[in-house]
C-alpha cells in the first residue's frame, strides 16, 4: 500500500536490535553492513486513494545509511 509520511514519527519504540533482526543478511546485502534495528511508531499518512489517517508504522534502521523499508502495520484511528 504506497503512502507519504506527514509531519513527524512519534511514540517511537525498539522492536529489534543486532542479532534480533531476522532480514539483517538480507538489509546488508540491499542497503549496506550497519547495526540494523526494527522500530515501530505512530505517524499520521497519505494514502494513495488520498486518505489521511493515524497509523503504527515499521521500519528498519542503521548508522550512517538511514531509515528503509516503511509499511504501515496497523490504522490507530
Known amino acids: 500500500m504506497p503512502f507519504?509520511?506527514?509531519?513527524?514519527?512519534?511514540?517511537?519504540?525498539v522492536i529489534a536490535q543486532g542479532r534480533g533482526v531476522r532480514s539483517r543478511a538480507r538489509l546488508n546485502k540491499l542497503f549496506g553492513?550497519?547495526?540494523?534495528?526494527?522500530?515501530?511508531?505512530?505517524?499520521t499518512v497519505e494514502l494513495?486513494?488520498?486518505g489521511i489517517r493515524r497509523a503504527e508504522i515499521h521500519w528498519?534502521?542503521?548508522?550512517?545509511?538511514?531509515?528503509?523499508?516503511?509499511?504501515i502495520k496497523r490504522f490507530v484511528d
Open 48 to 50: 494513495k486513494s488520498g
Open 33 to 43: 553492513i550497519g547495526r540494523w534495528r526494527k522500530l515501530k511508531g505512530i505517524a
Open 4 to 13: 507519504r509520511i506527514l509531519g513527524e514519527i512519534t511514540q517511537i519504540e
Open 60 to 71: 528498519y534502521e542503521a548508522h550512517g545509511i538511514g531509515s528503509k523499508g516503511h509499511k
